[in-house]
């Protein structure tokens, strides 16, 4: 295991150290490999699994209802 910080080839930030493996004579082996580019800013900016961009709300934009909060109530 090297001890090397990582860099992103585009920005020069520090990008986290992931583990790729892959099989040698039918044993697998372990590789550390740079990780995505986290800066924004970066050309090679990659989101985090499962993080969403914020939404911008337009205006005059209806919220979405569903049918229920419609639907007529019990009828006595």
Not at 35 to 62: F, K
Request: charged share 25%.
């Amino acid at each position: 295991m090297d001890s090397d910080e990582r860099v992103c080839p585009v920005c020069g930030q520090p990008v986290e150290t992931v583990i790729w493996r892959h099989k040698t004579l039918g044993a697998w082996v372990p590789t550390w490999v740079a990780g995505p580019c986290r800066n924004r800013a970066c050309a090679a900016y990659v989101a985090p699994a499962g993080a969403r961009e914020p939404e911008e709300e337009q205006p005059g934009a209806e919220k979405d209802v569903t049918a229920d909060e419609h639907a007529p109530g019990p009828t006595a």
